[in-house]
């Protein structure tokens, strides 16, 4: 079917809307990142995004800059409009005071606060409101925060560097650095981007890492997490000495004997120890969601990594590949534990795409089904 003239405008206007979103990667966070237009006999008359978290809402950046030039106009918004008071007024009464003729937004808001709402009141009132085009490019935009309103449960990113025979490591477990300097430094970014980076206890023993944001791209801290069941994570760690939240998962133990002066150590050292029944990745993100975690980066081993992959709780996968060849039966390779019986019950992915950063191959793709599902619950 031919798409109409009217449906390529919308198009248009709303593939700006969403640059102009992306422009909050990260500084909104746990808002979700939104654009807006407001456009009137084809002209952009104002425009605005939502820059960080307490301030406006781009719809009323757009009608700042717009001013009486919005009566009439039509909005192109990346998200259903908020028609609750939360930091700031709702979005959906500025709209109609402003004489707003028409709303084209991406898809719906699934926040209990909204969904729907918006919409509603804007028909109400007797502004037209359509929705649907690019739903599953915002959804893509805001993945941690729909995951975690949709799903209730932080969106995670499994993220490893390789050889090009797939090995994460030596035989004698050597690892740094088998990806290039640019190839590091994307995957610093991936930190400034997630609410939290998580390891298990062998890589946080065998690396010693620090974990942090180092770019200054995002202000303070993210949170660290290490998924450690025996408690085997030395009170000395580096991590512990930077500033910014460390929770270690355990399994809780009804005798805790030596454990508990382990535990002990730990929260003198600045460490949270969160005891669970069993440390493992559905329960570790029930109680970050629990925490208010929309994002989590899941840096390794290979154990770890395994176990996120065979439990279905991933979203993204994003895997540096290095031009080298390690070899060796006993090297790690990217995902341990005791992997898919078949290859039918191998978890697929979908929209692989492949960059370059330096000398390496940056490959990204989604857990197949990802998109869909949260598209589909938060339809217009």
Not at 27 to 55: I, K, Q, S
Request: charged letters at 20%; proline letters at 7%; a positive charge.
């Amino acid at each position: 079917m031919k798409v109409s003239e009217d449906a390529a405008t919308d198009r248009r206007w709303l593939g700006r809307a969403l640059r102009l979103a992306a422009r909050g990667r990260y500084t909104t966070p746990p808002n979700p990142m939104v654009g807006a237009l407001l456009v009137r006999d084809g002209e952009v008359v104002g425009e605005g995004w939502h820059r960080r978290v307490g301030g406006p809402h781009a719809e009323a950046e757009a009608l700042a800059a717009a001013g009486e030039r919005a009566r009439g106009a039509t909005c192109y918004v990346t998200l259903e409009p908020c028609a609750h008071h939360g930091r700031t007024p709702p979005c959906t009464d500025a709209l109609i005071a402003a004489g707003v003729a028409r709303v084209v937004a991406c898809h719906r808001d699934p926040n209990p606060a909204v969904t729907g709402g918006g919409f509603e009141r804007l028909r109400a009132a007797g502004v037209e409101v359509s929705a649907g085009p690019y739903a599953e490019e915002a959804v893509m935009l805001n993945l941690a925060f729909l995951t975690a309103s949709v799903l209730g449960r932080p969106a995670v990113t499994l993220k490893w560097a390789m050889s090009l025979d797939g090995r994460i490591a030596t035989a004698g477990g050597e690892s740094q650095w088998i990806s290039s300097p640019p190839a590091r430094r994307w995957a610093l970014e991936l930190r400034e981007q997630h609410d939290a980076v998580l390891v298990g206890s062998g890589t946080a023993l065998a690396d010693d890492p620090l974990l942090t944001r180092r770019l200054g791209v995002v202000g303070g801290p993210g949170l660290r997490v290490v998924l450690d069941r025996r408690l085997r994570l030395a009170a000395g760690s580096r991590m512990l000495a930077e500033p910014g939240e460390l929770l270690v998962y355990t399994r809780a133990c009804p005798r805790p004997g030596a454990r508990g002066d382990r535990r002990r150590a730990l929260a003198e050292a600045g460490a949270t120890v969160v005891e669970l029944p069993e440390p493992g990745p559905a329960a570790v993100l029930a109680d970050l969601h629990r925490r208010g975690v929309q994002s989590v980066l899941v840096e390794g081993g290979g154990g770890v990594l395994g176990a996120f992959a065979a439990a279905g709780l991933f979203d993204r996968v994003f895997a540096v590949c290095a031009p080298r060849l390690i070899g060796g039966a006993a090297a790690p390779a990217p995902l341990g534990g005791q992997g898919a019986s078949s290859l039918a019950a191998a978890p697929r992915l979908d929209r692989l795409e492949v960059h370059r950063r330096g000398p390496d191959l940056i490959l990204t793709a989604l857990r197949e089904g990802c998109l869909p599902a949260l598209s589909s619950s938060v339809g217009a």
